[in-house]
């Protein structure tokens, strides 16, 4: 039997982003990586911060069931369109 310090240290820690400490940070980096665009993840952080999220739920939300090539090219078009 273990002690709850023994359990509490050999469990995993959850991947937290260290770098990450606003709201609007997080939700641009998830957006990045279900874009697969991380390579542009401080633009997705930006408009995250700046634009309504609904706008960006609908942009997200097209793309995704698009199963489109070049997510990201796609949502700014989107973006711009619902803009």
Known sequence: MQSLKQLIQTKNPV???KFVSREFQDY???LAAEL???AHK???IKLAKT???SILE???RFVIDSNADNMGALF???LK???
């Open 81 to 83: 369109q619902l803009k």
């Open 36 to 38: 697969g665009d991380l």
């Open 15 to 17: 991947d937290k982003n």
């Open 76 to 78: 700014m078009w989107k």
């Open 51 to 53: 634009i309504d999220r």
């Open 58 to 60: 609908q942009c997200k």
């Open 42 to 44: 401080s633009l997705y």
């Open 28 to 30: 641009g980096y998830r």
